[in-house]
């Protein structure tokens, strides 16, 4: 790790413009060269070949979850290294790869270490989620948690109605290809893991989840609600007649009838500092 590009999100999770200036100068503290920086969604993602020609070996991420998704679905083809830091609300990534929660000892951490390791991730078309997938009725929760983020109480007040309403009296999403799992449901969590995926389906008999998911979606944590169903499998299909509201590591997108979703691994391009073995 010698010459990087910056990747972050001011405005998502924890981060804000001080947290990126003061990780810009544990880079120069540790005699890093920073060739360039992106401020997502404001800058556009930098592309491969731009980055090959800046001379850059490592990309570190300091943001959310959409953010981190964004960029790794955009530079998925290129062989440098990608260093993830804790910038956002759960962190999942960052916890999966790093023994520390401190972006600064990760640096310092990441500079005397060069090991790299591949990510499960859910794939879908041209859609992929590092983190989950949810899918059904209750993923229009994401409204709410956006508004909690924007800080307005009027939208949060109409997106939980609406959210509640979408959840409890539209008919559930129905999948296939995962055995057990024929009835219609309000929310299909999808988990990566290196043996494939992991289904937690959720029905609208059991309100207690449901009102844990909303919650867990307003205060951040979308992956911490409880699950009726839980099977795994190496690809499941969408069974809709109507396209199907999705969330890729919380970020939505509209999913076709029939769509088959499957489990899928990156490069060996994550730059990982735990003591363990992640993947092989």
Not at 62 to 77: K, S
Not at 161 to 181: D, K, L, P, Q
Request: aromatic letters at 8%; proline letters at 4%; charged letters at 25%.
């Amino acid at each position: 790790m010698k010459t990087l590009w910056f990747i972050t999100n001011p405005n998502s999770g924890t981060t804000s413009q001080a947290k990126c200036d003061a990780l810009e100068a544990v880079f120069e503290e540790r005699g890093l060269t920073l060739a360039g920086r992106t401020r997502f969604p404001a800058d556009a993602l930098p592309e491969g070949a731009a980055l090959d020609a800046a001379g850059v070996d490592t990309v570190v991420l300091f943001a959310g979850d959409g953010t981190i998704n964004a960029a790794l679905r955009a530079l998925a083809e290129w062989e440098g290294a990608f260093l993830i830091l804790p910038g956002g609300t759960m962190n999942l990534l960052a916890k999966a790869l790093h023994d520390e929660t401190d972006p600064h000892k990760i640096i310092h951490a990441a500079h005397g270490c060069d090991r790299r390791v591949a990510l499960p991730y859910v794939i879908a078309g041209e859609h992929r989620a590092f983190v989950g997938l949810i899918l059904g009725p209750a993923a229009t929760w994401f409204r709410a948690r956006e508004a909690v983020r924007s800080g307005r109480l009027g939208r949060l007040i109409a997106a939980v109605r609406g959210a509640w309403r979408n959840t409890f009296h539209r008919r559930g999403v129905r999948i296939e290809g995962v055995a057990g799992m024929r009835d219609r449901y309000q929310a299909v969590f999808v988990s990566p893991t290196l043996e494939g995926l992991e289904v937690a389906a959720v029905d609208a008999r059991d309100w207690r989840s449901i009102v844990e998911l909303g919650w867990e979606w307003m205060t951040g944590d979308w992956v911490a609600a409880q699950a009726v169903v839980e099977r795994k499998t190496e690809h499941l299909g969408v069974r809709e007649t109507r396209p199907v509201l999705a969330l890729f590591d919380g970020e939505p997108v509209t999913l076709d009838s029939g769509t088959r979703i499957r489990a899928g691994r990156s490069l060996e391009t994550f730059l990982a500092t735990r003591t363990e073995a992640i993947a092989a």
